[in-house]
C-alpha cells in the first residue's frame, strides 16, 4: 500500500483544515486507517484512527471533538477534518494503514510521507 497524505498548511488558532490520504496498491476496504502527528521534539503519537467500514472511530483525547476522521473506499482515500485548531496542534501528520476489521492504536505497517500542520498564535 502506497499512502499519499496532503492538505496541510498555516492556519491561524481556531481555524479549520482538512487532510487527505490517498491509497493505491491494494485494496484499501480492508485497511484501517489512522493519522499519527509528531510535533517538534516530541515522540509521535496517535491522533485518529477509522476501521475498514468507517463504522467505528477513534480519537486522542486531545483532539476529541474537535477533528473528525472519514473515509470514501470508493475512492481510496480517508480524510481529517481538524477544526477548533491550537498552536499544540502544529506537527507534521502521517497517515497509516494496516490490515485489520478494528480500529489498533499503534502497529501500523505502512505509511505516508506527512503534511506539515502549522498554527499560529
Do not use: H
Not at 497524505?5 to 480492508?30: E, H, I, K, N
Not at 477513534?58 to 477534518?81: C, P
Not at 502544529?90 to 494496516?98: E, I, L, S
Amino acid at each position: 500500500v502506497q499512502l499519499q497524505a496532503y492538505g496541510g498548511g498555516l492556519v491561524q488558532a481556531g481555524g479549520s483544515l482538512r487532510l487527505s490520504c490517498t491509497a493505491s496498491g491494494r485494496t484499501f476496504d480492508r485497511y484501517a486507517m489512522g493519522w499519527f502527528r509528531q510535533a517538534p521534539g516530541k515522540e509521535r503519537e496517535f491522533v485518529a484512527g477509522i476501521n475498514w467500514s468507517g463504522r467505528s472511530t477513534y480519537y486522542a483525547d486531545s483532539v476529541k471533538g474537535r477533528f473528525t476522521i472519514s473515509r470514501d473506499n470508493a475512492k481510496n482515500t480517508n480524510y481529517l477534518e481538524m477544526n477548533s485548531l491550537k498552536p499544540e496542534d502544529t506537527a507534521v501528520y502521517y497517515c497509516a494503514a494496516t490490515y485489520s476489521t478494528y480500529v489498533p492504536l499503534s502497529g501500523y505497517d505502512y505509511w505516508g510521507q506527512g503534511t506539515l500542520v502549522t498554527v499560529s498564535s
